[in-house]
């Protein structure tokens, strides 16, 4: 059974760092795009950040040169560094896959959409 287990979450003062990881297990891919979102209490899920196939990167402009997201494609692990943190950037953090890549020769992509359960993270003032 796939599963995405995230870690790094914590309680910061507002300036700190942190960073997120989450990694697949029980399946090996050799390519993953995958992204980070987060919830805040009583507000909807919204897009943080992703990384693709090619590695290109993409992030929310609420922490676009705060934020960055890498991944280990040998370790299905992809990670979110996170400075210059502010009290309104305390959410629950999911990440999401989106596509994979089986191993192996004629190796192939194919979407494929999983959450993880979220980590939480809380700056403080």
């Known amino acids: 059974q796939v599963r995405l287990v995230e870690s790094g979450g914590e309680s910061v003062q507002a300036g700190g760092s942190l960073t997120l990881s989450c990694e697949i297990s029980g399946a090996r891919y050799c390519g993953n795009e995958m992204s980070w979102h987060r919830q805040a209490p009583e507000k909807d899920r919204e897009f943080v950040s992703r990384?693709?196939?090619?590695?290109?990167?993409t992030y929310a402009d609420s922490v676009k040169g705060r934020f960055t997201i890498s991944q280990d494609v040998a370790k299905n692990t992809v990670y979110l560094q996170m400075n210059s943190l502010k009290p309104e950037d305390t959410a629950m953090y999911y990440c999401?896959?989106?596509?994979?890549?089986?191993?192996?020769?004629?190796?192939?992509?194919?979407?494929?959409?999983?959450w993880g359960q979220g980590t939480q993270v809380t700056v403080s003032s």
């Open positions: 999401k896959i989106e596509a994979v890549k089986t191993c192996g020769y004629g190796g192939y992509w194919y979407a494929r959409y999983q």
């Open positions: 990384i693709d196939r090619n590695s290109k990167t």
